[in-house]
């Protein structure tokens, strides 16, 4: 499904700010697997997840979606077969645009966009089925400027947009950090809710520690641009936040106590 | 007076199609193009010149507009493919297609006064219909013969070709590729994690938005009567006019509704300049000044009197304020006293 070989990625190379971001990650996503990453500040998660979107190209290594190889296609190509939710609730939606047009863009990501209406009457039916299914009253909105929208209701709608065409790889990016609690922990359910529905290959990055336990199959842990911990279906089963932590000052041999306030235990 | 109004009509429809091509970069793709300054030359010299050589009219005026989308596109890659900044882009084609347009000319100035133009053109066909005689009919019933224009001829045939290219653009930025390209201008990251390439958008955005400014300065040339190198100068500045009035009074809700109102902005800024000019102790050299001030004063205005607004409306609240504070302050000193 994804494939990471050897990924290298250095910032700043022969500079004194020279920073190894990624250092030789190999992972192997199979169909249908929710992965979780957690790690501190700096331990590489968004570089990964940037190099597997195509923002990012790595200086070594490759990635291959589906045993094609990818590592230097570019993103707008290669987001054909990829979802993606930005941290930033702005990030993942057009703001001087009505809803039913940011789906309707969202619909143009598997196929190629035609000089036909992009929001006829049928699609317009369909997107408010859509909506209905998040059940957060956005159906009866199609008209309203996703500007007017709240941050948990943009970022709902940027879930929807990146998934309702069932990406082959669905990549979130701390997409709940942003959010009150009870926003985060909507958006979760939504996001399990539909990963679950599609069945959706996912790659999830998050400073929470219990969010990453609680939702997917395997999880990762990052420090310093390797993976240096990782749990199976099994293993996550019984996994807990002060295990994790544990796990953690035993590989590392210091303190994950800086991150905890980040980490939200 | 009335004359100089229907001539202000007649130039402020033709400029609504440069206007319209200033809304596509400036608003929609979110790009401050300069090359207007001279692609609106473009699409008059290379008129111009086809005209002089004895093509069809029509022909010369589409083929004007080709060549400003050409030069759109051209500016769109020196962005996208040479990441050069969106304004130094825009001012080194303009810069370049001065001396494009002089080479194309092969003199800094073409009179067409002789020549068939597209005005010309329709004109023979427009007395065939006898539809001034018609249009002039109320004015003189009313008795008001002499405030009727010669002929109606250039009025209609550009209410007919602008909102003929209006509804084009409202239906263009309303298809798939439409909506794709007015997210770019929106939020450009988006649009590339939904598989859609921002740059080639970018590109095609630039050359359809020269292409209508072209259009408008091969109409504009034959309008005049002469094709003039220096036609374009401070031209973007018109157009910015045009969107920034059009837009202020008329509103941007929807797409329909902000290109109907950056055809009336332009027509409205012809009129307000033919006003200007009026005034005795302003000449025709001082429009740029004009439209300068126009401009400024349709950007600052509105938020001016927001903020003025604003203050009376604390002050009003404050002076409330105290009263209340001083009649408390009253009551209290007279409890005490008793």
Known sequence: ?265 | MVSALYGALESGLIYALMALGVYLTFRVLDFPDLTVDGSFVTGGAVSAIMIMNGSDPFLATLMGGVAGFLAGCITGLLHTKGNINPLLSGILMMTALYSINLRIMGQPNIPLLNQTTVFKEIGSWWEGLQIDEYLLKPFTALGLGEYAPKTFLVIISMIFIVFMLKKIMDWLLRTEAGIALRATGDNARMVKSLSANTGSYIVVGLGLSNGLVALSGALYAQYNGFSDVNLGIGMIIVGLASVIIGEGLFGKKSVVRATLAVILGAILYRIIIALALRVDFLDASDMKLITAVIVIGALVFPKWWKEFKEKRKRYTRRKTLNKQQQEGGEENASVKSD
Not at chain 1, 21 to 31: S, V, Y
Not at chain 1, 154 to 161: D, E, G, N, T
């Open chain 1, 1 to 265: 499904m994804l494939q990471l070989n050897q990924i290298e990625k250095v910032f700043y190379e022969g500079t004194p700010d020279e920073k190894r971001a990624l250092r030789g990650i190999d992972l192997t996503l199979n169909e249908g697997d929710f992965v979780t990453v957690i790690g501190s500040n700096g331990a590489g998660k968004s570089t990964l997840l940037n190099i597997v979107a195509g923002v990012l190209f790595p200086d070594y290594g490759a990635v291959s979606i589906d045993d094609k190889e990818v590592t230097f296609l570019p993103e707008y190509k290669r987001s054909k077969w990829i979802g993606r939710v930005f941290q930033d609730p702005m990030a993942g939606t057009a703001p001087n645009m009505t809803i039913e047009e940011n789906l309707a863009l969202a619909l143009g990501r598997t196929k190629k966009r035609s000089l036909f209406k992009g929001v006829t009457q049928n699609r317009r039916a369909e997107f408010k089925e859509l909506l209905n299914s998040i059940d957060i009253g956005l159906e009866d909105r199609l008209n309203t400027k996703v500007g007017l929208l709240s941050g948990g209701e943009r970022q709902a709608l940027s879930l929807l947009m990146a998934t309702f065409t069932k990406p082959r790889i669905l990549l979130l990016d701390e997409h709940t950090a942003a959010l009150d609690p009870a926003r985060a922990e909507l958006i979760t359910r939504i996001t399990k809710d539909i990963v679950a529905k599609h069945q959706l290959t996912t790659l999830m990055v998050t400073h929470q520690m219990d969010q990453a336990i609680q939702l997917g199959n395997r999880l990762f842990m990052m420090d310093g641009g390797q993976i240096i911990f990782e749990a199976n279906d099994e293993q996550k089963e019984k996994l807990t936040v002060e295990q994790l932590i544990n796990e953690f000052q035993k590989i590392r041999g210091k303190q994950f106590a800086n991150d905890r306030s980040v980490l939200s235990v």
